[in-house]
Nanobody, 118 residues
Framework: QVQLVESGGGLVQAGGSLRLSCAAS????????MGWFRQAPGKEREFVAG????????FYPDSVKGRFTVSRDNAKNTVYLQMNSLKPEDTAVYYC???????????WGQGTQVTVSS
């Protein structure tokens, strides 16, 4: 019902920045809560950012707070994740997720690889 396609991943040096994008289709984007997650090899999937359907509220774990910023453009059906001051431990596959209820994610993208070199 919702298709999500991430882009913007790549290789960056520690201290650098990347901006991920997630394009959504198939359902009214402006009614969806959106989130970003990541999964490193051998580790569980980790929540890194969330944003309400209106964009009025955002959520971050302590591990990325102050470095990552989530935003959305409902006119473009796109959510972004701006990542600054990247660290090697940020290396992971990053996934975009969507849900009707904030914090409950029913739809997932295929992921985009982010690699931070030291």
């Amino acid at each position: 019902q919702v298709q999500l396609v991430e882009s913007g991943g790549g290789l960056v040096q520690a201290g650098g920045s990347l901006r991920l994008s997630c394009a959504a289709s198939g359902r009214t984007f402006s009614r969806l809560a959106m989130g970003w997650f990541r999964q490193a090899p051998g580790k569980e999937r980790e929540f890194v950012a969330g944003i309400t359907w209106s964009g009025s509220s955002t959520f971050y774990p302590d591990s990325v707070k102050g470095r990552f910023t989530v935003s959305r453009d409902n006119a473009k059906n796109t959510v972004y994740l701006q990542m600054n001051s990247l660290k090697p431990e940020d290396t992971a596959v990053y996934y975009c997720a969507a849900g009707v209820v904030q914090g409950v994610y029913d739809f997932w993208g295929q992921g985009t690889q982010v690699t931070v070199s030291s």
